[in-house]
C-alpha cells in the first residue's frame, strides 16, 4: 500500500487508496491482438465483481513492439469502448532499469512461477484485500 501510482491525468497517489478492495492490476496494449478479448474478460469482471471492490487498474505499456498508442487519450477512449469503470494509469516500463516500483514489487513477490519478469501484455496480477499478492 505504500506504493505510489499515477493516473492518466497525472495524479499521484498511493495504493492504501484501496485498502479493502480486490485489485487487479494488468499491463494493457490497446493494439495488441489480446488487447479486444482481454477488455472484453475485463469489464465482464467488473459487471460480476464490482459490488464486491473489485477494482482494475490498466498500466499502458508499450514495452513489447510498442502495441499500445503514444497518446493516453486514445488509450482512454479504448479502454471506455469497454468499461468506464477501469482505473486508467500513465504509461509505465513493466520490467527493466525503468520499470515502475509497483511492477518490480510485484515481480519479486510472486510464488510459483518460473520466471519473475512480465513477458508480454496483459500480464494480470491480483492484490488481495489485505494488500497481498495472490
Not at 504509461?91 to 511492477?103: E, T
Amino acid at each position: 500500500y505504500d506504493i505510489t501510482v499515477t493516473d492518466y491525468l497525472k495524479n499521484s497517489y498511493k495504493l492504501a487508496r484501496y485498502r479493502g478492495k480486490v485489485l487487479m492490476v494488468v499491463n494493457v496494449a490497446s493494439s495488441c491482438g489480446f488487447a479486444k478479448d482481454a477488455y472484453r474478460n475485463m469489464s465482464d469482471l467488473l459487471v460480476k465483481y464490482r459490488r464486491r471492490g473489485l477494482r482494475i487498474m490498466l498500466f499502458p505499456c508499450r514495452q513489447f513492439w510498442n502495441q499500445e498508442f503514444g497518446d493516453i487519450e486514445k488509450v482512454k477512449e479504448f479502454a471506455n469502448r469497454y468499461s468506464g469503470e477501469f482505473l486508467l494509469m500513465d504509461m509505465v516500463d513493466v520490467k527493466g532499469a525503468k520499470a515502475h516500483p509497483l511492477f518490480e514489487y510485484l515481480c519479486a513477490n510472486l510464488k510459483g512461477w518460473v520466471t519473475n519478469s512480465i513477458k508480454w501484455n496483459f500480464t494480470t496480477f491480483l492484490i488481495g484485500r489485505d494488500g497481498e499478492l495472490v
